[in-house]
């Protein structure tokens, strides 16, 4: 029967499962390499609910975890067609996730996402010339580039290393802080003012899944 693939962590500690998670179905725990993988059976002719609400129990399955351990999440719905093709799946990266998940053990992700309150203007764009137009985006990215800088040097205290990338609308920045360090870390952040004209969110914490070696490659 297709197996529905949660999160891998580390055998021990011990955690607390959730009895049940997506269509209800039991929460199993198997061995693999030294790892420990969640699963639960799935089958499509169950799925009677919005794939949302799926993924949502999915969600608070994983975040049911991670309160209590570092995890390496799967995304919703990775899908296998049985236990022993989840277990080949680990075998083969068993090395790389060890080592994510000793390095990023006591560790969590937090994120700050800032952008323009309006969008990039288009009105006017046919007056401008090619170069303006590109030189104002340059300057609108600096503008977010700066405020995002603001952050990171705000809860440099705590940071065992950052990241960050453009999205669609902004910037994005991601921090590997302590989990211990959490609660004073977001208090931190929540100091920092932006320009008028930036919107500033602040998330966490995650699995720190943008500090996988893997997601490097």
């Given at each position: 029967?297709?197996?529905?693939?949660?999160?891998?962590?580390?055998?021990?500690?011990?955690?607390?499962?959730?009895?049940?998670?997506?269509?209800?179905?039991?929460?199993?725990?198997?061995?693999?390499?030294?790892?420990?993988?969640?699963?639960?059976?799935?089958?499509?002719?169950?799925?009677?609910?919005p794939v949302r609400e799926l993924a949502l129990t999915f969600s608070r399955v994983l975040q049911d975890m991670f309160g209590q351990i570092a995890i390496i999440p799967f995304c919703f719905p990775t899908l296998l067609s049985n236990e022993a093709e989840l277990s080949a799946f680990v075998r083969e990266r068993a090395a790389q996730y060890h080592e994510d998940l000793f390095r990023l053990r006591d560790a969590v992700q937090m994120e700050v996402q800032v952008n323009f309150q309006q969008a990039d203007p288009k009105t006017g764009l046919t007056k401008q010339s090619g170069k303006d137009y590109m030189r104002a985006r340059q300057l609108r990215h600096q503008k977010l580039d700066a405020a995002?800088?603001?952050?990171?040097?705000?809860?440099?205290?705590?940071?065992?290393?950052?990241?960050?990338?453009?999205?669609a609308t902004g910037i994005r920045g991601f921090a590997l802080v302590p989990r211990a360090a959490v609660t004073v870390f977001l208090e931190t952040m929540r100091r920092v003012t932006v320009p008028p004209d930036l919107n500033a969110r602040i998330t966490g914490p995650w699995p720190a899944t943008e500090f996988f070696e893997e997601k490097e490659k």
């Open positions: 029967m297709p197996v529905l693939a949660y999160c891998i962590t580390e055998l021990e500690p011990r955690i607390n499962v959730p009895a049940t998670g997506v269509q209800g179905s039991a929460i199993k725990s198997l061995q693999e390499s030294g790892l420990r993988c969640f699963v639960s059976n799935y089958s499509d002719q169950a799925s009677t609910k995002v800088q603001e952050f990171r040097r705000a809860g440099q205290t705590h940071l065992q290393d950052w990241r960050q990338r453009d999205t």
